[in-house]
């Protein structure tokens, strides 16, 4: 089943991608080359929310192909680092004994679709700015290193892959006629939780150990590998691209 979900996201994106590559070219198509920069983090059993201390470097290469004035298919590759660690801001006093800790680089292959709100391309529009949404399948690997929990056995270099589903919002400007500038953030659902190496292990320690002083109960720190067993981990771009346009758009129908 691992190996079998990987591949229906490969022959998806192989079927999008060839579907809309062999459409007859028409008047108005344009195709557009580009790159990003931007911060990335990630959200999960270490990380609940978005959290601007613990945030990485991510960089994109990408292709655009614009069907008319409203949709565009965008495919690319991306880069970015990832960390986070409890004792930069434990959930609680448990995650801080805890002590989980990753970092790592992210590679995402995606093809997303691309809705323009504004007609913005023509040269007869009045504005040379519009909103944006986006959607689509990629899928993400993960190369790391980490622990799941203080004193983790494991405590190794990595690797975690999972089907991802990209989505957000962004504002794309013409800044000349082949230059197009947008400022973009997206969300990218996994269906994995071991980004954080923290998720249905298969190893559990007790969560208390004899004290050997007192012979009382005692925290085991080493028994903190839990994790929330019903959600899966998230990451998240934020950042600005520029792209070039290879053919000039005079006119959509």
Same mark, same amino acid.
């Given at each position: 089943?691992?190996?079998?979900?990987?591949?229906?996201?490969?022959?998806?994106?192989?079927?999008?991608?060839?579907?809309?590559?062999?459409?007859?070219?028409?008047?108005?198509?344009?195709?557009?080359?580009?790159?990003?920069?931007?911060?990335?983090?990630?959200?999960?059993?270490?990380?609940?929310?978005?959290?601007?201390?613990?945030?990485? &470097?991510?960089?994109?290469?990408?292709? +655009?192909?614009? !069907?008319?004035? =409203?949709?565009?298919?965008? @495919?690319?590759? /991306?880069?970015?680092?990832?960390?986070?660690?409890?004792?930069?801001?434990?959930?609680?006093?448990?995650?801080?004994?805890?002590?989980?800790?990753?970092?790592?680089?992210?590679?995402?292959?995606?093809?997303?679709?691309?809705?323009?709100?504004?007609?913005?391309?023509?040269?007869?529009?009045?504005?040379?700015?519009?909103?944006?949404?986006?959607?689509?399948?990629?899928?993400?690997?993960?190369?790391?290193?980490?622990?799941?929990?203080?004193?983790?056995?494991?405590?190794?270099?990595?690797?975690?892959?999972?089907?991802?589903?990209?989505?957000?919002?962004?504002?794309?400007?013409?800044?000349?006629?082949?230059?197009? &500038?947008?400022?973009?953030?997206?969300? +990218?659902?996994? !269906?994995?939780? =071991?980004?954080?190496?923290? @998720?249905?292990? /298969?190893?559990?320690?007790?969560?208390?150990?004899?004290?050997?002083?007192?012979?009382?109960?005692?925290?085991?720190?080493?028994?903190?590998?839990?994790?929330?067993?019903?959600?899966?981990?998230?990451?998240?771009?934020?950042?600005?691209?520029?792209?070039?346009?290879?053919?000039?758009?005079?006119?959509?129908?």
């Amino acid at each position: 089943m691992n190996t079998l979900i990987p591949r229906i996201i490969r022959i998806v994106i192989i079927c999008i991608i060839g579907g809309w590559l062999a459409i007859p070219h028409v008047q108005g198509q344009q195709y557009e080359i580009g790159l990003g920069l931007g911060g990335a983090t990630y959200s999960g059993d270490i990380i609940r929310r978005l959290d601007p201390t613990q945030i990485g &470097v991510q960089g994109t290469l990408f292709g +655009r192909r614009n !069907f008319d004035n =409203a949709w565009s298919l965008r @495919g690319g590759i /991306s880069v970015s680092r990832l960390n986070a660690a409890d004792s930069v801001a434990p959930l609680d006093p448990v995650a801080a004994l805890r002590n989980a800790h990753f970092q790592g680089t992210l590679v995402e292959l995606s093809a997303i679709m691309e809705f323009h709100f504004l007609d913005y391309m023509s040269h007869q529009s009045t504005t040379r700015f519009s909103p944006f949404g986006f959607f689509g399948l990629g899928y993400g690997l993960f190369f790391a290193n980490g622990q799941g929990h203080e004193g983790d056995p494991t405590d190794m270099d990595y690797r975690a892959g999972s089907p991802v589903i990209p989505f957000g919002l962004g504002v794309k400007y013409k800044l000349k006629d082949r230059v197009l &500038v947008s400022f973009e953030g997206g969300a +990218r659902a996994t !269906f994995s939780d =071991a980004f954080d190496k923290i @998720g249905n292990e /298969s190893m559990y320690y007790p969560r208390f150990i004899t004290d050997p002083v007192s012979g009382g109960q005692a925290v085991n720190p080493v028994g903190m590998n839990f994790g929330n067993n019903s959600d899966r981990d998230w990451y998240y771009f934020l950042g600005i691209t520029i792209s070039y346009s290879f053919h000039q758009v005079k006119c959509f129908n």
